[in-house]
């Protein structure tokens, strides 16, 4: 059974750092897309930042230059350091895997920014 498990959220004052962790099980997600999604209360989910298998990085605007993706085949895990995190970043963060017609997601952890 292939599995997605997120870690790492919590509460967080403005200007503060997290880092999410994402181990998959079940499957080896070397040759996959790795993504990190969020979706904040009323809100579409939005696609937040993207590595391929060639470790090509990708980030929507809101958080380029503040969050970084990175990932570790070794440990089967896509991590993502969020820095400088903004109240408009609370949200449940979801990670997702796929590769051709395999798709995969994590169970998601909240993120919450606030003084």
């Known amino acids: 059974q292939v599995q997605l498990v997120e870690s790492g959220g919590g509460l967080v004052q403005p200007g503060g750092s997290l880092r999410l962790s994402c181990a998959a099980s079940?499957?080896?997600?070397?040759?996959?897309?790795l993504k990190w999604y969020r979706q904040a209360p009323g809100n579409q989910r939005e696609l937040v930042a993207t590595?391929?298998?060639?470790?090509?990085?990708h980030y929507a605007d809101s958080v380029k230059g503040r969050f970084t993706i990175t990932r570790d085949n070794a440990k089967n895990t896509v991590y993502l350091q969020m820095n400088s995190l903004k109240p408009e970043d609370t949200a449940v963060y979801y990670c997702?895997?796929?590769?051709?017609?395999?798709?995969?997601w994590g169970q998601g952890t909240q993120v919450t920014v606030s003084s």
């Open positions: 997702n895997a796929r590769l051709k017609f395999n798709n995969y």
């Open positions: 590595i391929d298998n060639g470790d090509s990085p």
């Open positions: 079940g499957v080896s997600v070397n040759y996959y897309i």
